[in-house]
């Protein structure tokens, strides 16, 4: 297959990226299996994407895979809401815990560029991003790094966007997917169309390999995905049961 040639792997199925539950050693035993494992880096500084690679990368010797999410350009930044209302409603709250309350919250927003920078300085084999579409630049300096990049979409349309900019691979994303709903050209709520309705939508919509994710968990999943023209699967909740897993026993 075409995918499993670009990446590189043996088996064409990938770790789906966890926000907060990917480990080090999920995803080197994913990629150490023969497929692609895939690691989250949501929210993570450049000092942490570099040291997280350098990890992996002592893990296996496989190829790897990092995440990002891309800037959606609604974000809302702290110095854009008034926090008064919220603050006086949970002073009980923070007098009983003895803490001071926050005059305005601190920026949870991620400098996406920094995180490339350090991404394509540590050169993973893999980068997939969700939330959007990468631009020129960054599909440059990430063929210039040798580093292929999977977009991610939850609809044909978003598919076909995807294509057009010159990812290597598009993950179809289902309703069934767990995690963040990651569509960028329309509302959530308004694309959800299931994992094997859109599948062989978008595989007759692209140029690109399709990875089929959400709800795949077993190989009757895997097999179903194959036949409608996926050339590779994304699975993520399935691997939390393992002991590699970051998961608590409670999760």
Request: a neutral charge; proline letters at 7%.
């Amino acid at each position: 297959m075409r995918l499993a040639k670009r990446l590189g792997i043996d088996a064409p199925i990938i770790l789906g990226p966890f926000g907060g539950l990917s480990s080090v050693a999920l995803t080197a035993a994913v990629s150490g299996a023969g497929g692609l494992g895939s690691f989250g880096l949501y929210g993570y500084t450049p000092e942490r994407i570099r040291d997280t690679i350098v990890a992996l990368r002592a893990a296996t010797t496989r190829p790897i895979a990092v995440n990002l999410w891309l800037p959606r350009g609604d974000e809302v930044t702290p110095d854009e809401v008034d926090v008064e209302p919220f603050v006086r409603a949970a002073a009980p709250l923070f007098a009983a815990a003895g803490v001071t309350p926050p005059t305005q919250p601190a920026s949870f927003l991620p400098d996406v560029s920094a995180q490339l920078d350090a991404v394509f300085d540590a050169r993973p084999d893999v980068l997939s991003v969700v939330f959007g579409i990468p631009d020129a630049e960054t599909l440059a300096r990430a063929k210039e790094s040798g580093i292929r990049v999977l977009g991610t979409a939850t609809s044909v349309a978003e598919a076909v966007a995807l294509d057009a900019a010159g990812v290597d691979a598009v993950v179809a994303t289902g309703a069934e997917a767990g995690g963040h709903r990651v569509s960028f050209l329309r509302d959530p709520a308004r694309s959800l169309v299931g994992t094997f309705a859109l599948v062989p939508q978008v595989v007759d919509a692209v140029g690109v390999p399709v990875i089929a994710a959400g709800g795949i968990a077993d190989r009757r999943g895997v097999a179903a995905a194959f036949a409608l023209g996926a050339e590779g699967v994304q699975v993520g909740t399935a691997f939390l049961r393992t002991r590699q897993s970051a998961a608590t026993p409670r999760r």
